[in-house]
């Protein structure tokens, strides 16, 4: 696991170039997510509602058992396999934004960017993704 201000700097930098990507998918035309003509996924055009769902109701247990939910799906090692850690994390970023938003029925960027800087998201998160690697060991 990458120290805490490795992590910090790696929020910051996925923070920034996932406003950059919302901000370049808008003014672009929308594909098919499984086109014939690549093998790989057009992840601005899949459909999270069933990872969105399966989040929600992990979080009425808790807000770890939250992150699990999101971590565990076989979307994001998808992701991981195809684009890298970087765009992963640009991917996993703007994926949470878009839940939060979802399940709050609002808006409000900064919001939801607040609530994934928590500290209390923050030590949820790591402690899934600490809990969910060493399940796989």
Sequence with gaps: MA????QQKRAQRAKAKAKQNRTQRANAPKQDAFAGDDE?????????????????????????????????HPLLA??????????????????LIEYRQWSTDSY???????????????????????ALTSAQD
Aim: charged share 25%.
């Design 3 to 6: 120290s805490p201000d490795k």
């Design 40 to 72: 790989r996924i057009d992840l601005e055009s899949v459909d999270l509602t069933e990872l969105f769902v399966e989040m929600r109701a992990a979080g009425e247990t808790s807000q770890q058992a939250l992150c699990a939910a999101f971590l565990a």
């Design 78 to 95: 998808l992701v991981l396999e195809q684009e890298g850690e970087e765009n992963a994390t640009d991917f996993i970023l703007a994926a």
């Design 108 to 130: 409000d960027e900064t919001a939801a960017l607040a609530w994934i800087e928590s500290p209390a998201f923050q030590a949820d998160y790591v402690a899934a993704s600490q």
